[in-house]
């Protein structure tokens, strides 16, 4: 990878907000003014062309919001993303917009909501290639035996009924239809979040040799902070909305800076038994709709001062923290 | 190791159904002593709940207990009648449930449930169940419990909610737990409270805790032995540093491997082909045998019982159902 050349997507300043006020009637009777949720408030990232991209965060953070708005399933409120320099938000050439659209895919959390029942899984693979105009015809089979090939399955499993199969088999149909029309790029909300642990070593190895084959760029989303150390180059933890911490992808692990990653990282339980000291996770994410004033975290944070409940820190060598940034994290 | 609190002898629970009877339990033996806990694990269909709800008697026809005992102190409970074993259910034994949020009734403020069941096994007075409930609140951690009582589950957050779930549990003080998947629906931070917080409790109450995860790291921190369940037998049983250290089990060796971990640099997963086989269609001898890279004949025919292997530098206590350690041909 040569990381000096321009990024592949580009995310700045994303926002999105969503109207949770109560029905109009409520409101006017009973005086309540409307209510926002700020799901993502100003978030900025960019993903190297080939690399894995990793957003972390608890439930609440915002991360699938940050995955819908990136491939355009859900409109920004404000900000904007671009990919391979067009603008998925801004006044495009509309022909243009569809060539990028073809070329990104998801892969969502839920193997069995994401596939239609009804349909056969050749019906389900070739859809991408339809919508897009590809191939037309035995072409068509002809592709859908060779993707099916591809993630592990056979080629007469097309004929199937998504029931047919097993969780990660169905993942790997997901898969599938996502490299239908041959996505540069993917987001993956949690592909194997609903796995087991053996499956889920299957489709992560899986999800890499593929990467490795067609240089696959992935945004990668995920709650689970060993899946994502082993799949990511780089990793943003997420905290209500914002990005606290932007690191690379080991780097992370070894030298976390931020207080929220570090109480993070002392929570995930240890297969290792090292019996290291942990400090215990203190309070839960509060509710979005009314977040802390200043950095959200500092009502949690065991380095919390008064500047930190006033100011809300902005993003600063890869790290958004009052008290890193003033040298009071040891 | 002093008298268990909950012995399992040979259990069996199968399910019929219309295409036969499926075994969803076959064979399980385990001990769990006073203030021990027993991690459960596997993957989903192995037969870590059903192992629960039938020590609790919670086995609902079509299932059904086919064969094997359960003695709670030396005395047997999976025989007694519906309404003995709903007195030692609740005061003797009782249950967490995976989500917290469907085990507690949305309609009851919390206090009223949990004042609930303290009234139906104890004999105290209504207000002095309050204050028991009050202090139990206070010592899961909830915050500012003399208010908290009067709220609805729906008020409380997924932590919050676990923590009541557990207080009901260990309302009567009951000899033994069954935590069945407890952390599952909640978020790491969340699910590194509620780990400590059980730990705390078993340590100082001296309960004993079936607690059933399918996440390794959780039983890694929290449990004293582990058994390794693979449709519906159980594969490996042991204290557990020595089976997350040393795996004897091929099925335990994969699954260990299987799982990405914040220390190791694994450029690739281990990987175990192929899935868990349905209760169907479960193959003979060792069920684990078609996806085992090292069965021989003998696993296609026999059936392996678990053993201490010999001549292994194994911890007393760790045994392993797998021909690779039976001796004989084949063996290693």
Known sequence: MSGATKPYVTVRDLRRVFDVSRPWLNRVLENLPKAYLKAVDGLSFEI?????????????SGKSTVARMVVGLLPVSGGDVTIDGISMTGHHDPAEKMALRKRIQMIFQDPYASLNPRWRVERIIAEPIHAFGLLKGADVTKRVGELLTLVGLHPDDGKKFPHEFSG????????????ASSAEFIVCDEPTSALDVSVQAQILNLMRDLQKEFGLTYLFISHNLAVVRHM??????????????????????????HPYTRMLLDAVPDLGMTGRERQMVAGEIPNPISPPSGCTFHPRCPLANERCAREAPAMLDGVACHAVEEGRSA | MSDPVISVRNLCVEFVTRRGVLRAIDNVSFDIAKGEVLGVVGESGAGKSVTGSA??????????????????????????????????RGRKVAMIFQDPLTSLNPLYRVGEQLIETILTHTDLSPSAARERAIALLAEVGIPAPDKRIDGYPHEFSGGMRQRVVIALALSCEPDFIVADEPTTA????????????????????????????????????????????????????GPVRDVVRH??????????????????????????????????????????????????????????????????????????ACHLYTGGEGAR
Do not use: W
């Open chain 2, 186 to 237: 909640l978020d790491v931070s969340v699910q590194a409270q509620i780990i400590a917080l059980i730990k705390k409790l078993c340590r100082e109450r001296g309960t004993a805790v079936m607690l059933v995860t399918h996440d390794m790291g959780v039983i890694a921190e929290t449990a004293d032995r582990v058994a390794v369940m693979y449709a519906g037998r159980v594969a490996e049983i």
């Open chain 1, 168 to 179: 990660g088999q169905r993942q790997r149909i997901a898969i599938a239809r996502a490299l």
């Open chain 1, 232 to 257: 990511a180059d780089r990793i943003g933890v997420m905290y209500l909305g914002r990005l606290v911490e932007v690191s690379e992808g080991k780097r992370l692990f070894s030298h976390p800076r």
């Open chain 2, 55 to 88: 020590i609790i008697g919670l086995i609902e026809p079509p299932g059904r207990i086919a064969g094997g005992e359960i003695l709670l102190h030396g005395k047997r409970i999976d025989n007694l009648p519906q309404e003995d074993m709903r007195r030692i």
């Open chain 2, 247 to 320: 795996p004897l089990h091929p099925y335990a060796r994969g699954l260990m491997g299987a799982i990405p971990t914040l220390e190791t640099d694994a450029e690739r997963l281990t990987q175990i082909p192929g899935a868990m086989p349905r209760l169907s269609n479960i193959p003979q001898g060792c069920a684990f045998n078609p996806r085992c890279d090292q069965a021989f004949d003998r696993c296609h025919v026999e059936r392996p019982e678990p053993i201490e292997p010999q001549g292994e530098n194994v911890e007393p206590g760790h045994r392993v």
């Open chain 1, 48 to 60: 190297r062309k080939g690399e894995t991209f990793a957003l972390v965060g608890e439930s609440g």
